[in-house]
């Protein structure tokens, strides 16, 4: 079921040229070539020798980045959200999804004709998948496709609904979700601290929400004043990027 979307994904991920450290570029190479290995068994032991590889921070994402490539499916997101990992037997499956926990990705696992596959069906762990590997191209074009969505729900459910309140609300927040999709595109959202980049992702994936209900979507949840603390340090953060570059 390799589409042209997965196909274009991964052509956009061997595309991205990146000063890569020894161990990282090790395990990618190994990940990458995991399918021209005929023997089961020798696929497991590549994926358990790798994983025992890592060394810093940037093995894992290789690891990853090199798995999907090699193994990777991903749906257009514009038509559903299913990524997909697929093997060849169940214990390597298995031994995948056991490394993949371990570095806080976990995946569901199911089967299909004679693969074994781990999947994810939810957007957001999408998007984190695309951004621990580096796609952020893709991460962004899975949030800007869900946006398109919501806005065609939310049209639908309240027809009656005041669009010029919705312009209103949609130009205050556009400021915001512009800045912060650039910095997705950039990449430089993962340098925000944790807690600036779940409000950012909230920002961008609720582009009509006030800033009362933006601080209801936090977990746990926070004020008016929180949101607005947080998006003004967010565009401080941005710019202060954007100064140096
Ligand atoms: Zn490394």
Redesign the pocket.
Known sequence: MTGSYAKAAKEALLEVTEKR?K??NR?LTDMLSLNSIDDSEERINVLIASSQH???A??FP?FLKGLFISSGNVTNPEKAYHLELSFKTEVERDCAMGILEDNGLPMKRTKRKNRFLLYIKDSTQIEDFFAVIGANRLAFDLMNSKIIREMRGDANRQMNCDMANIKKTLKAAGRHVELIGEMMEKGTIIRLPNDLRETARLRYENTQASMTDLGLLHNPPISKSGVKHRLDKIVDFYEEINHKE
């Open positions: 450290k161990c990282c395990i890592f060394k810093c940037s093995c290789h």
